[in-house]
């Protein structure tokens, strides 16, 4: 009797462990499995990297969007890599990986320093055309930038603040990061466009870091330090939103002047809701786009015009009342 108990338990046991383990490689095929067989079919044109600021920035992702229109249509094969949270440090990394992995393009956002530039000379070296968008790095070898002038941008924005104000005026500005290059463009352009007018005086600039809450702290330690301030120019996608969010907190019935960058839709609609004055409009869409386009021409020739500028305008209340399409420019 025993032995055949012993029989049994091993038996069962045996039934047991193998179920188990058909079962274990069942789950994990279906867990592990990446389908590879439509990746491998596609024979596509060229591979072009496009490295961005952060992985789900608003505006990066409208940057991503146009680009993969131009890829789609030219049967390219677009990779959009970014660290999940703006770090210089990390672009100079997923760079660097982008030119091991031998890509035939790179399109990223220009970085200040050596290491870009000395990445930059890496990746032309090994015949690898890189062009920076939305930030230039003129010094670089980099063959194209396209993208908004940053500059220009700036002083649209101090001749708003010109045009629509009388009297004395005091300027708090909020940036998305002090080291980013676009951003003190801006700010230059805009420091060269309220000189010439005597009125208008910058109390100071606070940081955001690109977050829409950072931008409202910025905003409620400005307005903390100098309760004198008028208005405020945000140099950034969110630092709209984030202003009138501290303004909302600190002085809720002050008479401020905003001036706002980029049209994303919570911006217009802010805009439309009298709570942001006017907003430097840039074409993230139109960016990626043109850059990809730039990018196949590189494969075989060299490009001339270096600079490729994107529009850039003022948008008020009033233009939202029109039948002007904001962002959709590709």
Known sequence: MWPNSKLFFYTCSGVIFVISFVGMLIYGYKTFYIETDDVEANDYAYHFALIAEETDNDYWRLVEQGAKKAADEKDIYLEYVAPEKADNG????????????????????????????????????????IITTDTDVKNSERKVYVGTNNYYAGKLAGQAIINNTSGEQYVGIVT????????????????????????????????????????????????????????????SALDGVGIVNGLQEIAPNKDMYIVGFDILP??????????????????????GYRSVNVMIDLQTQAYLKEQQFTET?????????TTKRFGERK
């Open 90 to 129: 990390k672009m100079l990394k997923l760079l660097d990986r982008m030119i091991s992995a031998k890509v035939d393009g790179i399109i990223i956002q220009g970085i200040e320093g050596e290491r870009f530039i000395n990445l930059v000379h890496k990746g032309i070296e090994r015949g690898i055309p």
């Open 176 to 235: 998305g990061r002090f080291d980013a290059i676009n951003q003190q463009e801006r700010i230059d352009g805009f420091k060269d466009a309220v000189a010439t007018v005597d009125r208008i005086h910058i109390v100071d600039i606070k940081e955001s870091n690109i977050t829409e809450i950072g931008a409202s702290q910025a905003t409620y330690s400005l307005l903390r330090q100098y309760p004198q301030v008028t208005a405020v120019f945000g140099t």
């Open 313 to 321: 305008e003022i948008i008020d209340k009033h233009d939202l009342t």
């Open 266 to 287: 919570e911006t217009l609609n802010l805009i439309k809701q009298g709570k942001i004055d006017v907003t430097i409009a840039q074409y993230p869409k139109e960016m």
